[in-house]
Every structure is written in C-alpha cells, then in structure tokens.
C-alpha cells in the first residue's frame, strides 16, 4: 500500500486509520512532495520515512491512496494505473468521468469490482449528507434537495485550522487578528463560500453537491439547490438537508431506515435534547443523524440534520473502507509483475 | 417614551439607538424588574435611574417598548394599553393575536396606524431574512421558501455572549470549557435546536419564522421549511434562503429589486469575493443580501444569502424605527388624559 500526501490533513487521518483499524498490510510506503522527502513521521510506534512522490516509483503497490490535490491527481494517477495499482483518489479531478467510479462502501460497492484502475472518492460534505440521505431515498426515492452546509475548517487543511486557532488566541489576547487562508476572518464569523464561483453563481462546492449527488445515487435528473458555508469549527461538517420524495413518506419507517443504514447513528430524541452536533461526531466511523421532521414546505417531503467527520468520512475513512470492502470481498486482483517493473 | 427591559441585550441597544438617531424625545424612562431597580445606567452622557417595571407606572407614557421577555409582556401590556401606551413590544407573546399589528416599517408600516395600543415586532430571524425576501416576493410573488440559519449567540441574550467568550478563553488557556446557557459546548460547535421543540419536531424558532412570515407578507398558505441553527458567532444572524415563486425570475430584476430596497444593501459580487458576513453585518442598520442565483432545485425559484444585526433589525432597532415612522407621520396620537392617572 502506498499513501501520496501523506504529511498532510487527509493523509495523516488515513495512516493513523490504516493502522489503527489494522488494515492487513504487507508493505506501506509514504509519499509527499520533493520538499517533505527524507522526512520521517512517527504513528502508532512505528516510524516511516516519506519518499518524493513521481511517476515510476509505485510498481511494487498493490494501493494506492492519493491523498493530495487534483494537479497531483492529474500528474500521478495514470502512472500508477499503466504500474498495475489500484488507485483511490481523494481528490475531486476524476470524480465526475464517466469511466471512473465514485464510491461510497455503503452505498454503491459495485465500483469497487468494475473499476479501470481508478476510484474516486466523495467531496466531504456530499459524503456526510449521504450517510443521512441515501437509507430514505432508498425507502421513499428521492426528487428534489435543498441543502445548506456548515463546514469546519479542516476541511480546508491543517492551515485554515491554524488559521482559525490563530485567530481565537489573538482574540483573547486582545491582538490584530490576522487572515491568510480565507478571504475573511473565519473566528466567530460565517463565510458562505466555499471552493471557486462558477458562471452560475455557484459555489464549486456547491456544484460539486449536485453532481456527485447525482452520480452516486444515479438519478442523472436530481433536482439540487446547495449553499456551502463555512463556520469556525474545527471538525466535522453539518448539514440541513430538506429533501423531497416520490412517494408518500412517514417518520417510523425514515427512522429505522436510518437506524438500519450502517453509515449512520441515529440520534434524535429532541425532548433530551439529543441531536448531532459536530463536536461529537468528530473522529467518529458514523454520521450522526438527527431532527428528522415531516418537511413543512413539501407534501412528501422529509428535513434532517447530519454531522459527520469530513476528514475521516468525508476523505480518509471513506477511501480506507472502499480498500477493506475489496480485500474483503476478494476484489482485489493479486499485483502481477508489476512489482519487477 | 420608555424602555422595559432597559438592562438587558435588547434594551440597552434601543436605548443607545434611541439617542445615537435622536428620536425627538420628551422624556425618557427606564424600567426594568424590581431587582435592578434603583440602579443608574449611562449612554450618550445621560444618567437614567432604572424604575421597577409594575402595572400602574406607565401613565405619563407615550411609547412602550417592552424589551422583555413574554412573561413581562403578559403582566404589563394590559396596563399600559389601558394608561394610553402604544405598546411596542419585542416579545413573541402576542405576534400572532389576530388583532395585534406586527410590523416590520419598510414593509408593512399600515398596522402603525390601524393597531389599537399594540404593535408587535417580528423574531429576528424572520425580521433579517425578510430585508433579502420581501424585495423578490413583491416582484415574483413568493411560493415557497426552504430556509437554514446561522444565528448568533447574542440572540439568546447578555449571558450566551459571556458564556462563548469564557469558553474561548478556557480553550486558550488550555482549561475545561463550562456551559449553563446552552445545552453543548457552543465554541467552536453548531447546535441545530433554538427555542424549544414543538410535537412535529420543528423548534419554536423555526415555527415562528414560518407563521411570522405568513402574517407579514399576508401570505397564510405560504409553504415554509425551516431549520434554525446557534453557531459561534457574537452579534448579527444570517440565513442561507431557497425561495421559489409563482412567476418567472431573473436575476437583474431580482438584484435591482434588492438593491432599490431601503431594508437591504446587496453586496453580490462573486468574483470581487464580495458577499455579506456576519461580521460585516454587526451594528448595521441594513441587512446585507448576496450570493443571488438562480436557484437550480426549482423553475422559478432564486437562492440568497442574508446577514443582518439580530439586536438592531431583529429587535430594538425594528422596534424604534416602527416608532420613528409613526412620529414622521403624524400617526401618535397626543396623548389624552392618561398623564392625570
């Protein structure tokens, strides 16, 4: 196995998680920039040293995670296909072709056995809110959504959390408060934009929701509205999800749809004052669902609210369970000769 | 004129307001409970010896604000209706008697002359969302609105301000954080649950904006969905709004209708990342609309993002510019022989 970014957010999430849920390895190697080369990181008592990430240096990897940007999507990926491994892509650069699969384990596995040699994984927020969303589509099939996130930080990277803690300390010391990451201070403040803006007014993030939605669910049709913002928590996404239904729906059968799904925990008891928040549902395998109401605007229509760890299940747990589910299953087809490459 | 409430959030920004506007003033009294009775407030350069709030004082009153929760409106009301009084009260207590105007100035000032003694002011969730939405219903015709909001502590009152700074403070030093105001830990957290739970799992909040909206915009049957939010941010709430309408939209009207608005000041520009935040939208008497776009879950239906100070527009500032606006126009009338009481 091999992990490309592993000096930053994602890519340490997924080492930490790979070893922690002792994913049955026969070899990992780390792979960052030129700059990190040499260096040494340190997890679960055993020492790595991160080697230069370029095309020809993953013939012996049976996996690999690529855990970095689109740019070094783009420049690593077909290498590491044509060097026979399977390579599962955090990033958003393949997610949308038509040969790529864009998995979610609980939710469509298929792509895990049809795939080229690539798999995409989710945008963090459309992951999150499918852990809520998918069990009802499933039970009332799903027609129109309406959505408005609010997203840590993290998800932005380890800079952006700086930034953030940066500027509550300066806050407290009674300091200037200084901003390079976001385009706005992000301490005790709201910014409803996230990703570039496209023609459309939209968000790429919110555009992202739309289509990923779609792709995964297969409902090329979907109707969806997203607005992405961006709030001072550390980790863990929200989401207001009010979605429309083409059949009837009721809250007996939402619930224990959502309390069967293995991606979700129910957490709904509002006279206990029980709901998801982010802060519980940070470093978490589930996605904590909640106030889940009968929609007002809709005939058949439901409203949620879900939390979920948008590094882990939103990037590194989700791409780490789409490799347990083929070693699992078998799926993963015995590396050739690559390794002699 | 006088102030019940005088110490708290609410009235303390009415009563600055009050004088920073200069609204043409005769007297000013200050009222507040038997326990801050006694106690001297200063703003402006004025001292104000705060009276105890009792049924019986309120004789030589032109204008009430009551700046109080509903339990004071309830107890006091009655009594300064009788005594003359027009009662301008920011509680939710009477907002949807049949018989009690509520106001929002720029709106529907016609309840400021018709009402008989009470004028109520909306919720300020409902009061903000409305300087983006009620521009675009006037041209379009408003169908149906699906609504998420980021609301600031500063709407639950003095102590919620207090208690997210001493978390934050706790968090630097590096010390156990505290909670008595809301339920979790509300730095650096979203806590989806305002006002308590209603049986059909909506909180008051949420129905409040729904009903309050129905009321004034004259709309009963109007379709409303919303999800109301408590996020870490001090002083101005914002709404993340999905609205669809009965006619065909487009966004040059749409924005020319926003922007001709006295209640709004459109700051939609994405490319320039210009947009409203919260933050820029403290102690604004405007309400800042952007991220205008054709919204792509409905035929006619348009998406906004709104911001706007929930003590100004939200509260005292609604409530002293309804005042304002009876004045200019000659709609107080003199009072009788109330004064003699």
């Known amino acids: 196995m091999g992990i490309v970014g592993a000096t930053g957010a994602v890519g340490q999430e997924l080492l930490r998680l790979v070893l922690e849920r002792e994913f049955p390895l026969k070899a990992l190697r780390l792979f960052a920039s030129a700059r990190s080369a040499g260096k040494t990181i340190e997890q679960g008592g055993k020492k790595f040293t ?4 370029k095309p020809g240096v993953f013939g012996d990897i049976d996996i690999l995670f690529l855990a970095a940007g689109g740019s070094v999507t783009r420049a690593l990926a077909p290498d590491a296909v044509k060097a026979g491994c ?5 990033s958003s650069a393949l997610r949308m072709e038509p040969d790529v699969p864009l998995v979610i384990p609980e939710i469509n596995p298929e792509g895990l056995r ?6 995409a994984n989710p945008n963090c927020s459309t992951a999150v809110m499918l852990m809520g969303l998918f069990p009802l589509h499933r039970k009332f099939g799903l027609k129109r959504l309406i959505v408005s996130t609010y997203q840590s930080v993290s998800g932005t990277g380890a800079e952006a959390v700086r930034e953030l803690e940066a500027q509550v300390q300066a806050h407290v010391a009674d300091r200037p408060l200084e901003k390079k990451v976001y385009p706005y201070q992000i301490a005790f403040n709201c910014i409803p934009h996230i990703d ?5 007014g939209y968000t790429g ?3 992202k929701m739309a289509q990923e939605t779609r792709k995964i669910l297969g409902l090329p049709d979907l109707k969806v509205s997203a607005t992405t913002v961006r709030v001072p928590v550390v980790r863990a996404h929200s989401i207001s999800v009010c979605a429309e239904f083409e059949r009837p729906v009721d809250l007996a059968t939402a619930r224990a749809a959502i309390a069967e799904f293995d991606g979700a925990e129910l957490v709904d008891d509002p006279a206990q004052k029980r709901y998801p928040t982010p802060l519980d549902f940070a470093e978490k395998v589930k996605c904590g669902v909640g106030r889940l109401r009968l929609d007002t605007a809709f005939e058949n229509g439901l409203s949620f609210w879900v939390s979920g760890d948008n590094l882990w299940r939103g990037a590194a747990l989700n791409a780490l369970m789409n490799a347990e589910l083929m070693v699992r299953n078998g799926w993963l087809q015995p590396k050739a000769a690559a390794a002699t490459a």
Request: glycine content about 8%; charged content about 35%; hydrophobic content about 40%.
């Open 114 to 119: 049809t795939h080229r040699g690539l798999i």
């Open 196 to 200: 570039s803006f496209g023609a459309d």
């Open 50 to 53: 991160v080697e230069e990430a």
């Open 205 to 207: 993030e919110e555009s």
């Open 86 to 90: 399977v390579v599962i892509d955090k």
